[in-house]
């Protein structure tokens, strides 16, 4: 099981030692929760946060903004330089881009490339993209803010994906704690994106044991 953390639950006026303590804690990824105000009710960081990420570890980026495309543009060029591995994630709920031509093109730049899917959004609208991409990031929160409580609900989604393409990683993003998930079979999951329970905890470390070992 491999965890991430979301750079949106950092204390960015400490950013460059919340980075580090952090990874020091032992994750695997840090995760950019890209937003433009539109496609979801917040807005976050651009380009610029790049140059004040400093680390080794691979990065995530998940776009949830009206048009994907252009912003791919700009991040996938800021990042180039700087990450050797990069994933970037866009949301099926996205009806205003030729998706498969996107992820086909985020491939064709080198790069691993996601589909993310709200709470609300059936599985079956990945059909058309399971052959393609190299993971699907569940939303067990609405997506737009920080904090909220995980919906379980969505956890069906998961044998669904598998059943169709195996080999697909999928994570769960939105809500994760050891107490949201300690019931949860993590059997098919791959992945896990953690946000406020990883900042807030006393023991980061600690915390990133314990989301580990939910799939033992």
Same mark, same amino acid.
């Given at each position: 099981?491999?965890?991430?953390? $979301?750079?949106? +639950?950092?204390?960015? *006026?400490?950013?460059? +030692?919340?980075? +580090?303590?952090? %990874? ?8 950019? /929760?890209?937003? /433009?105000?539109?496609?979801?009710? @917040?807005?976050?960081?651009?380009? $610029? ?16 903004? %009206? ?8 991040? &996938? ?16 709920? *996205? ?14 730049? =080198?790069? $691993?490339? =996601?589909?993310?899917?709200?709470? $609300? ?22 997506? =737009?803010? &920080?904090?909220?409580?995980?919906? +379980?609900?969505?956890? =069906?989604? #998961? ?5 169709? @393409?195996?080999?697909?990683? #999928?994570?769960? /993003? ?13 059997? @098919? ?28």
């Amino acid at each position: 099981m491999k965890i991430a953390a $979301s750079l949106l +639950s950092a204390d960015f *006026n400490n950013l460059e +030692s919340e980075i +580090s303590r952090i %990874e020091h804690a032992g994750i695997d990824f840090w995760h950019l /929760d890209v937003m /433009d105000g539109v496609f979801v009710p @917040n807005f976050t960081f651009g380009v $610029s946060v790049i140059d004040q990420i400093k680390t080794t570890k691979p990065l995530q980026v998940h776009f949830m903004v %009206e048009k994907p495309q252009q912003l791919y543009e700009l991040f &996938s060029k800021a990042l180039f330089a700087q990450v050797n591995q990069c994933e970037f994630i866009f949301h099926v709920e *996205n009806t205003n881009v030729d998706l498969t031509s996107l992820l086909n093109k985020v491939h064709s730049d =080198g790069f $691993s490339v =996601g589909l993310a899917v709200n709470p $609300s959004t059936i599985a079956s609208q990945l059909d058309p993209y399971l052959q393609i991409v190299d993971s699907v990031l569940i939303m067990s929160v609405n997506p =737009g803010f &920080s904090g909220q409580k995980f919906i +379980s609900g969505v956890l =069906g989604k #998961i044998d669904y994906i598998k059943s169709i @393409n195996s080999d697909v990683k #999928i994570g769960l /993003d939105g809500g994760v704690s050891l107490e949201s998930l300690s019931s949860v079979n993590m059997k @098919n999951v791959d992945f896990l994106v953690s946000g406020s329970y990883l900042f807030a905890s006393s023991n980061a470390s600690q915390a990133v044991l314990d989301l580990r070992a939910l799939d033992s």
